[in-house]
């Protein structure tokens, strides 16, 4: 069951975003969470309680979300004081489509943001918070009492492009703001196996990315289309997997990388996630 505050309504945030923007904070953690399924959010399994326990251990000012499931041309960052919950989704039990995230969001940051980023991001007053974001968030953070926004992933630009973008939006990390990315490393939902275990080459690139990302070749990941038949396999298309290379290019060399839900779920999904903090 989720807290009765997500069904009911959230308690408004607990300071003002805008008061505090500009003071410094020790450095936030940045995340990459695999999300999966959608039924995640209500149900009570390996991965939910693992998104609880690393969201308990955490209170920043703002969240900003980069999900897989906001593709624009251009980028844009939700810019509305209340932003919507958004059920991109069909064929799942009425429980799903009933939950709101009602997090607030911030016009404020919003324009940081724009403003920092030169325009290379720019407002937007429609879109809200997908399944990419509200699914993780409503374990993590069920509350609902810190603002959020997210990121569009540009259909236009090539992942050196998210790249280099991602990495102009690490002064967020001193303003008290968690970056989350949210997709998946291996995402093929044509080759889903109902009945569970792990196609092999989906463990082959997962396996891959884990050591990749442990030896920090960040280039490699980057130019995932070079690494062989596994990662075709496992990226046929970029939506999912762009979200973790925002979350690897706000890593900073001193900082410990620590992987949770390291699991492939449905046969070719995988779930593994991981969190980048100072130590």
């Not at 955490?58 to 960052?77: F, Y």
């Not at 374990?139 to 492009?161: E, G, T, Y």
């Not at 970029?238 to 779920?265: G, Q, R």
Request: charged residues 20%; hydrophobic residues 40%.
């Amino acid at each position: 069951m989720l807290p009765a505050s997500v069904a009911l309504g959230a308690k408004q945030p607990l300071s003002s975003l805008a008061q505090v923007l500009g003071m410094t904070t020790p450095r936030m953690p940045v995340l990459f969470v695999g999300h999966g399924n959608p039924m995640n959010a209500i149900t009570d399994n390996s991965f939910s309680r693992e998104w609880a326990r690393i969201g308990s251990g955490i209170r920043p000012r703002a969240i900003l979300c980069v999900s897989a499931h906001w593709e624009t041309r251009g980028s844009h960052v939700t810019s509305m004081p209340k932003p919507k919950t958004i059920h991109d989704f069909g064929g799942f039990p009425d429980e799903l489509f009933k939950i709101q995230y009602p997090a607030p969001g911030s016009p404020q940051l919003a324009n940081t943001i724009v403003e920092t980023t030169y325009q290379a991001i720019t407002h937007d007053h429609e879109w809200g918070l997908d399944h990419g974001a509200w699914s993780v968030l409503v374990r993590m953070f069920p509350m609902a009492d810190i603002p959020v926004l997210q990121l569009s992933l540009d259909v236009n630009k090539s992942p050196l492009q998210h790249v280099e973008l991602a990495r102009q939006l690490s002064f967020l990390r001193t303003q008290g703001v968690v970056i989350i990315g949210s997709g998946n490393i291996v995402h093929n939902l044509g080759k889903v196996q109902w009945r569970g275990g792990s196609l092999d080459w989906a463990q082959e690139f997962d396996a891959t990315s884990k050591k990749l990302i442990e030896q920090r070749d960040f280039a490699a990941l980057t130019d995932y289309a070079s690494l062989g038949s596994a990662a075709r396999l496992s990226v046929p298309t970029p939506e999912h997997y762009l979200p973790m290379l925002y979350s690897l290019a706000l890593v900073d060399k001193d900082e410990e990388i620590s992987f949770f839900n390291e699991t492939i779920d449905l046969g070719s999904v995988s779930m593994r996630s991981f969190i980048s903090r100072s130590s």
